[in-house]
């Protein structure tokens, strides 16, 4: 009987990198590789699970590192217990975690030690994981949570270090242009008010003492080949590029798109929420999602809420409660519930948003433009509205608005935006006779984001170079 091919996967600890390494496990398990999947056991107990009894929760094994304690600065702990993912901490507190997650390479080098392993599967913040792999002689290769568009822009490997990042990236300015390799139209880049994070965050020092610049450039030297939760008929021009830029392999693996499950019943909550939907018109509502990693401000949060308010359209926003909100009550402007009830439904805390997403009321959503989200959304056909906030997602916004599938709120120069700007967009892509040509085209995308035999071609094929290209040992 011809052994399994073992593979391990090892995501970044934030749960828009998580998710795309849990979605390509089943992928991987469904055409009957072996995969061990690392993790800390909290970010472990927080992933959806195969059903027990099916052949792919037999093929995954999920192995679970305690995230060790990064040493404490002035007898205060760098991070709060319980803390094992970018979600559970503030944005300036992720350098810390960086620091916890670069010291799972101990457990990491002991298991690929112990494990006959073919393939190890790693994302841009492992650095270290390319001496592991050489030391055993195991190929490396990277998975990209990423677009190609956004990675292109990004990580480029002649740019991200020494003095060809200087000369290439010396500022934040040097981000709001498209890049000189990019030989097509386009028009990805970011506008000064991202830039200015994005250099900092990614050329610039922090706690653990090496750049996610640096990172990407290890990872990149180090792997044999590299895959991406893509395909050719979305961003067929940005994985040649990409190919091109890297000199390495660069494979679609498809878009992995998640399935719904069934979720009305859950509880009394959910189920009035689905209630009401099916009271609603066809393609009617707005749906209203930024995730758990976007932290919005009280005044983005209210902005959104009046602009929602000012549309005149029908809306069901799922509001994480933010930190700086006493109760759910504080939440949204004081007498907004009543103002909005009968038009919109504002659910404060969880909700099934791929189920939410599947019903045949939504015609639109509102989001932060997050590869993962694209995804999500896209397969439904549904018009978007994008209001990108962190790391690749003005990237993804540019992209999408370059296909003409999606309405980008308008900013200020400083990054703000109005309740009038959001309105305008919401309406524009749902009801406007001018924004006819974007649904059309969402319905059209929705054809190639939702065929599954496509997507489940790429990753067949992605398995056979993984079997062809097995290190002899």
């Given amino acids: 009987m011809e052994r399994k091919l073992h593979v391990v996967m090892l995501p970044?600890?934030?749960?828009?990198h998580l998710m795309p390494f849990f979605q390509l496990s089943i992928a991987l398990a469904k055409s009957g590789v072996k995969v061990s999947f690392i993790s800390?056991?909290?970010?472990?107990?927080?992933?959806?699970?195969?059903?027990?009894?099916?052949?792919?929760?037999?093929?995954?094994?999920?192995?679970?590192?305690?995230?060790?304690?990064?040493?404490?600065?002035?007898?205060?702990?760098?991070?709060?217990?319980?803390?094992?993912?970018?979600?559970?901490?503030?944005?300036?507190?992720?350098?810390?975690?960086?620091?916890?997650?670069?010291?799972?390479?101990?457990?990491?080098?002991?298991?690929?030690?112990q494990q006959s392993v073919d393939w190890i599967i790693v994302d841009v913040m492992s650095h270290w994981a390319g001496k592991i792999a050489q030391e055993y002689q195991v190929p490396l290769l990277l998975f990209s949570a990423f677009s190609a568009a956004a990675f292109q822009f990004i990580a480029n490997p002649e740019c991200l270090v020494g003095d060809d990042q200087k000369r290439?990236?010396?500022?934040?300015?040097?981000?709001?242009?498209?890049?000189?390799?990019?030989?097509?139209?386009?028009?990805?880049?970011l506008r000064m008010f991202d830039a200015i994070g994005m250099h900092h965050g990614f050329y610039g020092m922090n706690a653990s003492g090496i750049t996610d610049a640096h990172r990407?450039?290890?990872?990149?030297?180090?792997?044999?080949?590299?895959?991406?939760?893509?395909?050719?008929?979305?961003?067929?021009?940005?994985?040649?590029?990409?190919?091109?830029?890297?000199?390495?392999?660069?494979?679609?693996?498809?878009?992995?798109?998640?399935?719904?499950?069934?979720?009305?019943?859950?509880?009394?909550?959910?189920?009035?929420?689905?209630?009401?939907?099916?009271e609603q018109k066809p393609r009617s509502v707005v749906f209203v999602g930024f995730g758990s990693e976007c932290k919005l401000s009280k005044d983005q949060v209210y902005e959104i809420a009046y602009g929602l308010e000012l549309s005149g359209l029908p809306?069901?926003?799922?509001?994480?409660?933010?930190e700086w909100a006493t109760d759910d009550v504080d939440a949204l402007p004081m007498g907004f519930a009543d103002t909005i009830r009968g038009k919109g439904i504002v659910s404060i805390g969880w909700a099934p948003q791929l189920e939410i997403l599947a019903h045949p009321s939504i015609g639109t959503s509102l989001f932060h433009a997050g590869w993962g989200s694209v995804i999500e959304t896209l397969q439904f056909g549904h018009s978007l509205v994008v209001l990108p906030l962190i790391i690749d997602q003005p990237l993804n916004a540019r992209l999408l608005v370059d296909k003409d599938l999606a309405v980008q709120v308008e900013r200020k120069?400083?990054?703000?935006?109005?309740?009038?700007?959001?309105?305008?967009?919401?309406?524009?892509?749902?009801?406007?006779?001018?924004?006819?040509?974007?649904?059309?085209r969402a319905r059209e995308a929705a054809n190639t984001f939702n065929d599954?035999?496509?997507?489940?071609?790429?990753?067949?094929?992605?398995?056979?170079?993984l079997k062809i290209n097995v290190a002899t040992k």
């Fill in 315 to 322: 809306f069901l926003w799922a509001l994480r409660k933010p």
């Fill in 168 to 189: 290439v990236r010396p500022s934040a300015e040097s981000l709001t242009s498209v890049p000189e390799w990019v030989d097509f139209p386009s028009s990805v880049a």
């Fill in 216 to 278: 990407t450039a290890e990872i990149l030297h180090s792997c044999k080949a590299m895959a991406i939760r893509s395909c050719p008929e979305f961003e067929g021009e940005y994985l040649n590029l990409l190919e091109k830029l890297t000199g390495k392999p660069v494979i679609p693996v498809g878009l992995l798109t998640p399935e719904p499950n069934s979720a009305k019943g859950r509880d009394h909550q959910i189920s009035k929420i689905f209630q009401w939907l099916d």
């Fill in 452 to 465: 599954k035999k496509l997507h489940d071609d790429y990753s067949v094929r992605f398995v056979e170079y």
């Fill in 40 to 113: 800390t056991p909290k970010n472990i107990q927080r992933l959806p699970k195969p059903a027990p009894e099916s052949e792919v929760a037999a093929l995954i094994n999920f192995v679970e590192f305690p995230l060790p304690a990064p040493a404490a600065l002035d007898n205060k702990l760098l991070l709060p217990e319980g803390a094992e993912a970018t979600v559970d901490i503030p944005s300036e507190n992720i350098q810390y975690l960086k620091i916890a997650y670069d010291l799972l390479q101990h457990p990491f080098k002991q298991f690929v030690a």
């Fill in 12 to 16: 970044w600890s934030a749960f828009g």
């Fill in 413 to 440: 120069d400083d990054g703000s935006f109005t309740r009038d700007a959001m309105a305008e967009a919401l309406r524009l892509a749902t009801v406007s006779e001018d924004g006819e040509k974007l649904r059309v």
